[in-house]
Every structure is written in structure tokens, then in C-alpha cells.
């Protein structure tokens, strides 16, 4: 190569990676600005103008939050609920997504595309009938009447992905499976599903994400104080005559800490799962 080729490959660089850095700023501002306030006494938050870092930073928000809130648990219901909408979500996810990936039958694109039908609503559209439906079951205040509508609107995006990913791996691996006198549960559980360890953690990461941040549901289907998540918590905190917004925030900052864990655990398998399929070759 060239000198002004390789000029022109460093300055191609360089506005790639400021574009990059400006979009990441863009994004991350929102996030910088919460976790500073919680820094910041009440009178600074809203001071005009703005300040940017804390001027006399102090932790006094992060030790009193533990005695002042219920922190933990709302932290403990967000799992138990998470974990709840993980677990019926790949329950009916995984055999729908393999069915329709091993098998042909008639009305297969019918099927798949009315799966999809369910993730073009918004949930608040569908609120008055899903809160019928709880009712009419006898789960109204009970997590199930939260982990049954979450999971519903996970499924669409799990079974097409798993769909996809189902289809990347070789029938010919499941037919010396089967020669070998393996059952098809067996071939599931055993070959197939491992083999597919990518696209289950994205799943599993996308289903626990949409339901730790769900407010609506808690909002309306719970009314049992024992049993708010992160969301709910945070909006009880909204009071009447007055609000304390630096407490609100460090809670809020407290509660995206399990899913940075999370994100920094499995980021390797989310985007080799959230890519799977998207070349053919």
C-alpha cells in the first residue's frame, strides 16, 4: 500500500472511531448523569447551571438507601420474577422453535408468522384484556399474573430465534444420534441443546432483561407491597408532596449493578447468539 493510500486508511480510522466515541457519548450521558447525582446533595441535582461532576461528592445516599428502602426486596422479587419468566419462556420456546425447525408441516409459515403477530402489540394495548384474563385465573397480586404476560410477549423473539438457530445445526448429527438407539428427548436435551448454547444465553439474557424492567404489569397486576420489583420500588418512591430524586436514583443505580454482572458474564455467547443465522453461506 501506498503512502496516501495508507493516509487515507488512518483518517478512514479516525472518523470511524469518532463517530463511535460520539455515539457511545450520546448514549452513555443519561447513565453518567444518574450515577454522578447520586453523588450530588438534593439542592445540586437541579441546580441551573447544570454541574457536571458532583462539587463536594459524598456516599451518604448509598448507606442510608439500605435502612430507608426496601432495596433488597425489591432486588429479590426482580429475581424471582425474572428467573420465573425465563424458565416458562424457554419451556415453551425451545419444543415450538425445534418443531417448527425439523418438521414440515401445513400451516408452518402460517404459525410462525402469527407468533410473531404478538410481538407488534404494545402491552399497554392489550392491558384491559390481559387484566380480565388474571382475574378470570384467580392469580391477580401473585407473580404468576406478572411471569405469564412477560413471557408471552419474550416468545415471539425466542422462538425465531431458536428457529434460526435449530436450522444452522447439521440433521445428520441427530440421525447417527438416533441410529445409535438415542430417543428424541434424549437428542434434544443431549446434542441439540448444547450445541445451541449461544442462542439459549442470548435468549435467556434478552427474557431476563425485558421482565427485570417491566412496570407495567407490576404496576397493574400487583398491589402487594412485599412483592414490587426494581421498577415498581423505584415509582413507589414518587410521592404526593415531595420526592427524594437522590434516593431514587441510587436505587436505580443499585439496580442495573445484577445486570451489568449479568451482561459481563455472557456478552460473548449474547452477540454470538444475537448473530447466529444473520450469513448464509
Known sequence: MT???QQRSRLRKVRIYGVLIALLGIMM???YTMFSSTFKPESEIFSSPATLFPNDPSIEAYLAVWGQTDVLLWIGNS???SLGTVALTLLLAIPAAYSCARNEFVGKRSFLLSVLVVQMFA???LIVGLFDVI???GIY???LAVIIPAAAFTLPF???MLY???QTIPVSLEESARIDGASQLQILTKIVLPLTKPALVASVTYTFLYAWNRLLFVLTFLTDAGKYNIPRGVFSMVGALQTDWRMMLTVSVIGIIPLLILFAFLEEYIVAGMTAGAVKE
Do not use: D
Open 164 to 166: 434460526g438457530y435449530f
Open 79 to 81: 429475581f424471582i420474577i
Open 141 to 143: 397480586n401473585s407473580y
Open 3 to 5: 503512502m496516501a493510500g
Open 29 to 31: 450521558f443519561p447513565f
Open 158 to 160: 425466542n422462538v425465531w
Open 135 to 137: 382475574t378470570s385465573f
Open 123 to 125: 402491552p399497554v394495548v
